[in-house]
T-cell receptor, first 113, second 115 residues
Framework: AQSVTQLDSHVSVSEGTPVLLRCNYS??????LFWYVQHPNKGLQLLLK??????LVKGINGFEAEFKKSETSFHLTKPSAHMSDAAEYFC???????????FGTGTSLTVIP | DSGVTQTPKHLITATGQRVTLRCSPR?????VYWYQQSLDQGLQFLIQ???????AKGNILERFSAQQFPDLHSELNLSSLELGDSALYFC??????????????FGPGTRLTVL
């Protein structure tokens, strides 16, 4: 069975400091992994995706994630947080057919001015 | 703007009632997915349609049903509503049914409140 665990339900950083949102996955095959962001009262927007190409994936708004098979992790990072980054972030793993998305429980990011 | 539209934006109804949520996918996308987002259950996959046919089923209750029409829009029908059905319901669409390139684009959601 596939699943993701987002290790922190809340993360608080100061503006201009690095962001690290942690995600571990469990999968019996080589998965596709995604990070989505949800701003208040908005739908989900794709930040980046890993689909078995390069292990370091660059996304929108300066976010990156690195796929580490040995650690079954797909952590999301950004060198310098901006106020507009405050949102809920979801790590997602797909089923082996790609049909189903399994969402983590989300990490709420607060950016302190 | 993802290109996926959902109506209505908000829906308030009473227990025992039936409602229909509507979704129009991005132009060219054949797959439509429905999700439920609630505080206690998080984001859960309900069901997927691909080009009019049901393709995958998740944690969808028997009181819920969906369909995808020839013009590719989809409807999610929720019946015998209970207080616990109050949630945000998202629709997403993607180009393909399966495979690596299965990025999903999400609509803004329909907020359902059952009183």
């Amino acid at each position: 069975a596939q699943s993701v665990t987002q290790l922190d339900s809340h993360v608080s950083v100061s503006e201009g400091t690095p962001v690290l949102l942690r995600c571990n996955y469990s999968s019996s095959y080589s998965p596709s992994l995604f990070w989505y962001v949800q701003h208040p009262n908005k739908g989900l927007q794709l930040l980046l995706k890993y689909t078995s190409a390069a292990t370091l994936v660059k996304g929108i708004n300066g976010f990156e994630a690195e796929f580490k098979k040995s650690e079954t992790s797909f952590h999301l990072t950004k060198p310098s947080a901006h106020m507009s980054d405050a949102a809920e972030y979801f790590c997602v793993v797909t089923s082996n057919t790609g049909n189903q998305f399994y969402f983590g429980t989300g990490t709420s990011l607060t950016v302190i001015p | 703007d993802s290109g996926v539209t959902q109506t209505p934006k908000h829906l308030i109804t009473a227990t025992g009632q039936r409602v229909t949520l509507r979704c129009s996918p991005r132009s060219g996308d054949l797959s439509v997915y429905w999700y439920q987002q609630s505080l206690d259950q998080g984001l859960q996959f309900l069901i997927q349609y691909y080009n009019g046919e049901e393709r995958a089923k998740g944690n969808i209750l028997e009181r819920f049903s969906a369909q995808q029409f020839p013009d590719l829009h989809s409807e999610l029908n929720l019946s015998s509503l209970e207080l616990g059905d109050s949630a945000l319901y998202f629709c997403a669409s993607s180009v393909v049914s399966r495979g690596d390139y299965n990025e999903q684009f999400f609509g803004p959601g329909t907020r359902l409140t059952v009183l």
